[in-house]
């Protein structure tokens, strides 16, 4: 039952760490000039990982 248990857990801590590191780098893009000619294949990149992630856990 551990097993299963640590699994889900390890996860959601990993799903949350994902989803930090995206909103951390969609703030330091926006805030630079410099790399706003990938902002948006980043931004689907981003959408296209959480969604899959979140498909996983349904």
């Known amino acids: ?3 299963v ?3 889900v857990e390890g996860m959601i801590i990993g ?4 989803i930090g590191v995206a909103i951390a780098g969609k703030m330091m893009i926006d805030n ?3 790399l706003t000619k ?3 294949k980043l931004e689907k990149a981003v959408t296209e990982f959480v969604d899959g992630v979140q ?3 349904r």
């Not at 799903?15 to 994902?18: C, I, L, M, N």
């Open 55 to 57: 498909t996983m856990i």
């Open 15 to 18: 799903v949350a760490a994902g």
């Open 32 to 34: 630079s000039k410099q």
């Open 5 to 7: 248990t640590c699994f």
């Open 1 to 3: 039952m551990c097993k």
């Open 38 to 40: 990938g902002k948006n």
